[in-house]
């Protein structure tokens, strides 16, 4: 099966535009105010205009609120939401159903431990993601460019579409999905010149990366 590819924190048009021509499956946009790569509502339907056909939107939140998810959805038409807080499963599962999306729980790891809470969450997430956890005082949750142990992956048998995030970027990509076996691998800080801005050289490079990967598994 094809890596599938979601370069998140995207905030330019032309930023987004190169990503999905370059075979971006999900492009994600912040919603999260202290976060250097946030998007207001207003701002993210704009941007989700230069979205194209076949490349879905996956909106990131931070234990946020009915009446704050309302207002996003109100606005800005999205496929995926990614649950990057401390969301329980039955939250999980409660903001499926209302908000209509597919929802993809965020699973901060640092020892095996971490993945113990994976089980409670199978049911209700349609997706799960697998990302560093962040620094202690740290102000957001996500984005800091930290890989974790990824031979704590290994093996993973999920029954369930899940991605691989937490400081990939083109030099480390190949090692990562080989550890790991990832389907779907999450980027951010990695195609970026400084936080919250993407470097058009570091996607060609982290897309680069990729095809590799998939010419290495052809056969
Ligand atoms: O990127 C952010 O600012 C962010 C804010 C709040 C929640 C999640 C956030 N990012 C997520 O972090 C990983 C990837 O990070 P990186 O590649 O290590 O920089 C990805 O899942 C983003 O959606």
New binding site residues.
Partial sequence: MALKVKV??LKEPARIEQAAALGAAYV?L?F?PP???YVDPARARELVLHVPAGVETVG?L?DATDAEIDAILQTVPLDIL?L?GYETPERVEAIALRSGCRVMK?IRVEEAADLEQVPAYIEAADMI?F??KPPRDAG???????PFDWRLLRGLGLGKPWAL????HAGNLETAVTLTGAPII?????VEAKPGVKDPEKLEAFFAAVRRIADRAAP
């Fill in positions: 998140c924190g994600g912040v999260y976060s250097p790569r990131v931070v990614q990057h965020a993601l990302d560093a957001w949750p996500g984005g800091h460019g930290l995030a937490g400081g990939l999450d980027v951010s800080s990695g």
